[in-house]
């Protein structure tokens, strides 16, 4: 019965845990471009974009259309929090970058 109990309490402590994973999208920079270009997320709940600058140089993650602002040094991370967010298209660019560092979110 011990048992049991044991495994019931793991499998509802890690649940919270795989569900935050779910909303959870890593945009890297790399070449002064974003990868994925187009990153898809659940609709109305909140997301951690992390964002991670594989180049040497700093970029600003930045969307007027999400009104996020984040700059990341060169070779480090990132984090930015958004939503909930309606069904809908958002863009966001590289400040630094923005002949090549462009991208949109796309919430479903």
Do not use: C, W
């Not at 049991?4 to 935050?20: I, K, R, W, Y």
């Not at 060169?74 to 462009?102: C, H, I, M, W």
Request: proline share 6%; glycine share 6%; charged share 30%.
């Amino acid at each position: 019965m011990r048992t049991v109990f044991a495994f019931v309490a793991v499998a509802l402590l890690a649940a919270p845990a795989l569900a935050a994973d779910e909303h959870e999208r890593t945009i890297v920079i790399e070449n002064h471009r974003f990868s994925p270009e187009l990153v898809e997320v659940p609709k109305d709940v909140r997301v951690k974009l992390i964002i991670d600058n594989r180049d040497a140089t700093p970029e600003e993650f930045e969307s007027n259309d999400l009104r996020r602002e984040k700059v990341v040094a060169g070779r480090s991370k990132g984090t930015v929090y958004v939503g909930p967010l309606p069904a809908g298209e958002y863009k966001f660019f590289g400040d630094f970058n923005q002949a090549t560092a462009q991208g949109k979110l796309v919430a479903k």
